[in-house]
């Protein structure tokens, strides 16, 4: 139990347009799901956490107007990087928070990650 | 405000010697505990969690992480290393009160020689 899928695994796109990446918990509901940036040979940082029903709370210096996030359903998530650059190239990695009423106390799944490349 | 430290950025090790990664946290409120491991160009799985209950976690493939509250560390250790273990792991904490983010060290590679 506890899969996250992500989509797509990789994306290509030119300078400018924007990019949409799907994050679904598959076999649970996720009230919380949080997203992630991953720069070669570094850790995780924490773009924003995404609620169902409500808007992302970002972290500081992440530009909300950049990447729009959308918790649309309780298995869905989406990141869209608006007007893509080469700086925006990464690894985008999605994680779903198990239900507070399953037990296992802040418990994350996390997706499989999106290799983004901006040309 | 909570922090992760892991100590070394690279371990290596041959196969069969003991694993032992290190991870020291800095929490103001009783800190749940996390150990997850990346294989390249995937996300990240649980290896195992310290939320309150025993000090000695036991988690999958071997590992385990003893929590010290007095050192205020978390290090995940496995008897015998095989070559399937190289991989990235990482450290995290997170409280109730911060709506269950998570705080990530910097990640120590491990490298499992024949």
């Known amino acids: 139990g506890a899969v996250v899928s992500q989509h797509p695994s990789r994306v290509i796109c030119k300078s400018g347009t924007s990019v949409k990446i799907e994050c679904r918990s598959l076999d649970f509901q996720a009230t919380t799901m949080f997203w992630y940036r991953q720069f070669p040979k570094k850790s995780l940082m924490l773009m924003a956490t995404?609620?169902?029903?409500?808007?992302?709370?970002?972290e500081q210096g992440v530009e909300k107007d950049k990447f729009l996030i959308n918790h649309a359903s309780l298995t869905l998530s989406t990141l869209t990087v608006t007007s893509a650059h080469p700086e925006d190239s990464s690894f985008y990695i999605c994680s779903a928070r198990v239900p507070p009423t399953s037990g296992r106390a802040n418990e994350q799944y996390f997706g499989p990650g999106t290799r983004l490349t901006v040309t | 405000a909570q922090s992760v430290t892991q100590l070394g950025s690279h371990v290596s090790v041959s196969e069969g010697a003991l694993v032992l990664l290190r991870c020291n946290y800095s929490?103001?409120?009783?800190?749940?505990l996390f150990w997850y491991v990346q294989y390249p160009n995937q996300g990240l799985q649980l290896l195992l969690k310290?939320?309150?209950?025993?000090?000695l976690v036991k988690g999958i493939n071997g590992f385990e992480a003893e929590f010290k509250k007095s050192e205020t560390s978390f290090h995940l250790t496995k008897p015998s290393a095989h070559m399937s273990d190289a991989a990235e792991y990482f450290c995290a904490v997170s409280a109730n009160n911060q709506g269950g983010k998570l705080i990530f060290g910097q990640g120590t590679e491990l490298s499992v020689k024949p």
């Open positions: 995404s609620n169902e029903g409500s808007k992302a709370t970002y």
């Open positions: 310290y939320t309150s209950a025993a000090t």
């Open positions: 929490s103001s409120v009783p800190p749940y």
